[in-house]
């Protein structure tokens, strides 16, 4: 009778090998590392962009198949690196502004948490080991004790990379529901604001739309004088 243990041995050593590199912090954050690099790749080869141009085909043009549909995508093209505004943008043009929200909001929650729950497995454990500056010591520490409020705030906070926060809070040790809770709540106004824009796209002389881009406007202002007086503040220092 053959031993079957020679030919299970090599198997069983690249098992052994591959769980000792997972264990590894900085080898699954190198693999975050990879995955985020290979979905910016795919996004710029693919260009989802031109879906505001082409739209969807006949078939999947309206219904909550569709909605739903577009939802998924676009929780996956938030993971790729996709602007959120451009997403909205094509969720108001093919669906409308209660069902395009709809459908943005659900795709903003999902994409919201893969990105987090990717930092979280991936990289939480080999990042936590560089906080060692004041600055970052009080966010990852603010994000840790008031989870649900900072980023409650952030998400309001239209200066705020949506990639950047998803993978600050994943390196904290906030929970994962106060997390999503917040980012659904918090991504409402702005969302709606470009999601209904985009449904009025083809009126751009309408009360709708002229408050949209209004509201984005007077927001993307907001922002950047409290950006200026941040830096402005802490640049003697």
Partial sequence: MLDPAPAARPVTGLAVRCTRVLRSPWSRFSLLVAVLLAAGVTTLLLEPQRLLATGLPSRLSGGAVAAALFGLAYGVCTVAFVPRPLLNL???????????????????????????????????????????????????????????????????????????????????????????????????????????????????????????????????????????RKRHRLGPQ
């Avoid at 909001?105 to 990105?115: D, N, P």
């Avoid at 979280?120 to 600055?135: F, P």
């Avoid at 409020?149 to 998400?155: K, T, V």
């Fill in 90 to 228: 094509a969720a108001g043009a093919l669906f409308g502004s209660q069902s395009g929200l709809a459908a943005a909001l659900a795709g903003t929650v999902l994409g919201a948490g893969i990105s987090f729950g990717l930092g979280r497995v991936l990289g939480q454990d080999a990042l936590r080991t560089l906080l060692r500056g004041r600055w970052l010591k009080a966010a990852d520490g603010q994000l840790s004790r008031h989870g649900f409020r900072s980023m409650l705030a952030l998400r309001l906070f239209p200066g705020v990379p949506f990639a950047a926060a998803n993978y600050c809070a994943a390196v904290s040790r906030m929970g994962y529901s106060p997390f999503l809770v917040a980012t659904g709540i918090g991504s409402v106004p702005n969302t709606a604001a470009y999601v209904v824009a985009g449904s009025e796209a083809s009126s751009p002389t309408s009360p709708a739309f002229l408050a949209a881009m209004g509201f984005i406007a007077l927001t993307g202002i907001g922002a950047a004088a409290v950006a200026w």
